[in-house]
DNA sequence: ACTTTAATGATAATGATTATTAATTAGTAA
DNA sequence: TTACTAATTAATAATCATTATCATTAAAGT
């Protein structure tokens, strides 16, 4: 029987991934991450920054995505869209919660209990639509 | 310089990979569909499978997204949303138009050209929900 | 200071996907 | 029908983002 963890702590990796997403307004994947927080702790590993991005998506503290194959994180944990560029992976933020809401509000889904809407906008970023 | 693919055949391997994907409601990984048509093409391997499948999501012909580390390839390319479990992983599909309608037509967003939304409902499925 | 156990760092392993390449074959034109 | 060309295949190796393992370290409560 497998006890499920309760008590987390604040290890000083944890507060520099956490202070990172906050103070970014990209979408980083787990090694753009690694290679900013290492400049700060040498010593700290690609598991370990792994390690703590699960656990504080899990805790909802930061958002996660995939994309390309690769998982994506999120500082703003606001009720926001994203725009992806079809062309160069560019991942933009839409501030439109009136979108979000009116999804939730309109589904009719006998079967299911929605907690929350992911809105992703498939295009063409302003340089690549020139093209 | 790489001059870009202009014709395609109709190879039995891959109109039995569309006609698998057109008969069913669910939204398999390249292994299940490659399960599926091992059976009809002993001689089939997965890597075929991945080709095919790319090249008809590049085609439009089938529709692809990720989730859990995997592929999803859906045969079903009307404009459509979907709900996606958070314990058990089961994808089941929503038609509701009006959804990806409002979502386009509302967004503002100047340097984007969204040609198309990607909604998906995040919860429980009847099952899950109940525990 | 002492104890408990979550978390780390180092490293190996996993697994879905992609790349390579010689052989095959769909599509087309003679 | 036959021949030609390039797309596609089967077989296989390689890639690489992510996870697992485990001995050691260090939060946080007492
Ligand atoms: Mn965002
Ligand atoms: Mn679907
Ligand atoms: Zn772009
Ligand atoms: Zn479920």
Redesign the pocket.
């Known amino acids: 029987m497998i006890k499920k963890?309760?008590?987390?702590?604040?290890?000083?990796?944890?507060i520099k991934i956490m202070k990172y997403l906050k103070s970014v307004k990209t979408h980083p994947?787990?090694?753009m991450v690694y290679n900013a927080v290492v400049k700060e702790?040498p010593?700290?590993?690609?598991?370990?920054v792994?390690?703590?991005l699960?656990?504080l998506a899990n805790k909802g503290k930061i958002l996660m995505f995939?994309f390309n194959?690769?998982?994506h994180f999120d500082g703003d944990t606001c009720n926001h869209q994203h725009c992806i560029c079809k062309k160069c992976g560019k991942i933009t933020d839409v501030f439109q919660e009136e979108i979000s809401k009116y999804a939730l509000s309109k589904l009719r889904a006998d079967n299911f209990d929605a907690k929350c809407v992911t809105i992703i906008f498939n295009g063409f970023c302003r340089k690549c639509s020139g093209v």
């Open positions: 963890q309760v008590k987390t702590r604040n290890t000083i990796q944890r994947t787990a090694e702790i010593s700290i590993t690609l598991a370990t792994y390690r703590n699960h656990n995939e194959k690769e998982y």
